[in-house]
Structures are given as C-alpha cells and as structure tokens.
C-alpha cells in the first residue's frame, strides 16, 4: 500500500543523494550506515523506555532505504550484490525494531504478554520476507498481501511515536496486534498464492 508514495520520497531526497554520490559515497556505505543507524536508535532506546527518541533516530535512518537504491541506478552501480545486501540489512534492521520493543516490555514496560506479542510480530515479519524469498528461488512469486514491509515499519514506528507524544501507551499494543494479525494474514495469502503457482504448472522445480 504504501510503495505508492516511494516515488514521492525519492523524490523529495534526491538531492541528499547526489549530495552523498559527488563526496565519494557508495550505495553500500548508505546501505550500511542505515541499518546501524537503524538498528542503534532502536536497540540503545526502546530498552530504556525512550520510546519517541528511538522513533525518531529510526526514522532519520530509514530513509537509507530509498537513498542507497537511487544512487544505485543514478550511478549505474546497481548489481544482484547491492540487492542482496540490501535485503539482508533491511530485516536486521527490521528485527531491531521489534527486539527492542520485546525489551522494552520485559523491562520498563514490564508486561511479558507484550513482550511476548512484539516477539511474535517480528517473527512474522520474517517469515513474511522468507516466503517471497523461497518462492522467487522456486521460480514463482509471492509478492502482496495486506501487510508489506513498509506498511508494517511505518505502522509501527508512527503509533509509537504518537504513544509517547500523546501520552496514550495504549496505541503500542493495538498496533502490535493489527501488526501480528495482518503478518499472519499475509503469510498464509502467500503460501496459496504460491500453491495455486505449483498446482496449475508442475513442472517448477521442486
């Protein structure tokens, strides 16, 4: 759903990336940088309770994601390795997010069944990217279903934010499990998507 907007923000932070090409910087070293940054916001102060600080290290970094890919093709350096990194990175980063909100909740938030629900949707955001991934090894594709990364990265990041700012800690767990509900659901729209591929041609390799 939110892949639509991706041209507007590319857009809109062009220019950082030319910026970053005419200094020397490859699209790796931003693709690195981002998932440290990432990673760092989300890992030093979800743990420590500083929910809003950590929303909005995350959300300077983020950004990365549509930079490194730009520079790629402005630069004509894109390759199957930057892809790759890419999305390996990206789900390091991605179960940053949710592992520090697992801490988060089996420390000052001090309720295992959040920690334990946060600990779900990470999984599923996992699973979520390995089924497209096994089916594109496969040769078919598993792409859709009603939560993609990007939705669920900002769905998660804005609530959290707006829990702090609004003093309403009650966003954090609906989101989680409109997130847990919805991974699941795309899971299992994968899978049949990916039987109905198998079943109408048998011959795809196995």
Excluded: N
């Excluded at 490194?68 to 940053?96: C, K, N, P, Q, V």
């Amino acid at each position: 759903m939110l892949e639509r907007f991706r041209g507007f923000w590319t857009k809109l932070l062009s220019p950082i990336a030319h910026l970053l090409m005419r200094l020397g910087v490859s699209p790796d070293m931003v693709t690195l940088v981002g998932t440290i940054g990432v990673s760092a916001g989300a890992l030093v102060f979800f743990p420590r309770g500083d929910l809003l600080i950590g929303v909005l290290v995350i959300t300077a970094f983020v950004f990365s994601d549509l930079i490194d890919g730009y520079m790629a093709r402005e630069s004509g350096t894109s390759s199957r390795w930057g892809a790759f990194l890419d999305s390996t990175l990206d789900r390091i980063g991605d179960a940053a997010i949710f592992g520090g909100l697992v801490l988060y909740f089996a420390g000052p938030g001090d309720s295992m069944p959040l920690a334990c629900l946060a600990l779900y949707c990470l999984v599923m955001g996992s699973v979520t990217s390995y089924a497209r991934a096994r089916a594109e090894s496969l040769g078919m594709q598993a792409k859709g279903g009603i939560a993609e990364r990007a939705d669920r990265l900002v769905a998660v990041l804005v609530l959290t934010g707006l829990s702090e700012i609004f003093d309403l800690p009650i966003l954090i767990p609906i989101v989680l499990v409109a997130l847990a509900v919805a991974s699941t659901i795309t899971v299992i729209q994968r899978m049949l998507i990916v039987r109905r591929q198998a079943l109408a041609d048998p011959s795809l390799p196995a």
